[in-house]
Protein backbone atom coordinates (compact mmCIF):
# COMPACT_ATOMS: atom_id res chain seq x y z
CA UNK A 1 0.00 0.00 0.00
CA UNK A 2 1.55 3.19 -0.84
CA UNK A 3 1.71 6.34 1.38
CA UNK A 4 -0.74 8.84 1.03
CA UNK A 5 1.07 12.03 0.05
CA UNK A 6 1.11 15.21 2.33
CA UNK A 7 -1.61 18.03 1.13
CA UNK A 8 0.41 20.42 -1.29
CA UNK A 9 0.78 23.93 0.74
CA UNK A 10 -2.04 26.05 -0.16
CA UNK A 11 -2.68 30.27 -0.82
CA UNK A 12 -5.36 29.51 2.11
CA UNK A 13 -1.93 28.45 3.68
CA UNK A 14 0.41 31.40 2.52
CA UNK A 15 -2.17 33.88 3.92
CA UNK A 16 -3.04 32.45 7.03
CA UNK A 17 1.39 32.26 7.55
CA UNK A 18 0.93 35.65 6.82
CA UNK A 19 -1.67 36.70 9.01
CA UNK A 20 0.48 35.30 12.08
CA UNK A 21 3.48 36.75 10.55
CA UNK A 22 5.52 38.57 13.69
CA UNK A 23 2.99 37.72 16.36
CA UNK A 24 3.56 34.69 17.71
CA UNK A 25 7.22 33.86 19.56
CA UNK A 26 9.42 36.36 21.44
CA UNK A 27 12.97 34.74 18.90
CA UNK A 28 11.35 38.21 16.41
CA UNK A 29 13.50 41.17 16.69
CA UNK A 30 12.17 42.96 13.80
CA UNK A 31 8.36 44.79 13.56
CA UNK A 32 5.41 43.36 11.88
CA UNK A 33 6.16 45.97 9.20
CA UNK A 34 9.92 44.87 8.58
CA UNK A 35 8.56 41.16 8.25
CA UNK A 36 6.46 41.99 5.47
CA UNK A 37 8.38 44.06 3.88
CA UNK A 38 10.78 41.27 3.84
CA UNK A 39 8.36 38.86 2.63
CA UNK A 40 6.84 40.81 -0.29
CA UNK A 41 10.87 41.67 -1.42
CA UNK A 42 11.23 38.11 -1.44
CA UNK A 43 8.14 36.72 -2.82
CA UNK A 44 9.04 38.69 -5.30
CA UNK A 45 12.08 37.06 -6.33
CA UNK A 46 10.71 33.75 -5.57
CA UNK A 47 10.38 31.23 -8.41
CA UNK A 48 8.32 28.02 -6.75
CA UNK A 49 4.78 28.45 -5.48
CA UNK A 50 3.32 25.34 -6.94
CA UNK A 51 -0.46 25.56 -4.98
CA UNK A 52 0.38 28.85 -4.10
CA UNK A 53 -1.31 32.08 -6.11
CA UNK A 54 1.58 34.16 -6.16
CA UNK A 55 -0.13 37.11 -7.24
CA UNK A 56 -2.90 36.98 -5.19
CA UNK A 57 -0.96 36.26 -1.68
CA UNK A 58 1.83 39.23 -3.09
CA UNK A 59 -1.59 41.54 -2.75
CA UNK A 60 -2.42 40.32 0.43
CA UNK A 61 0.80 40.90 1.86
CA UNK A 62 0.92 44.32 0.23
CA UNK A 63 -2.73 45.29 2.15
CA UNK A 64 -1.40 43.45 5.51
CA UNK A 65 1.03 46.10 5.35
CA UNK A 66 -0.93 48.98 4.43
CA UNK A 67 -3.13 48.26 7.48
CA UNK A 68 -0.49 48.53 9.60
Do not use: H
Request: net charge positive.
Amino acid sequence: MRKKQPDRWTTLDETNFLRGLGTWGSATTLPRKKLLENYITSARKRNKWEGVDKSSTIRCAEGMLRAL
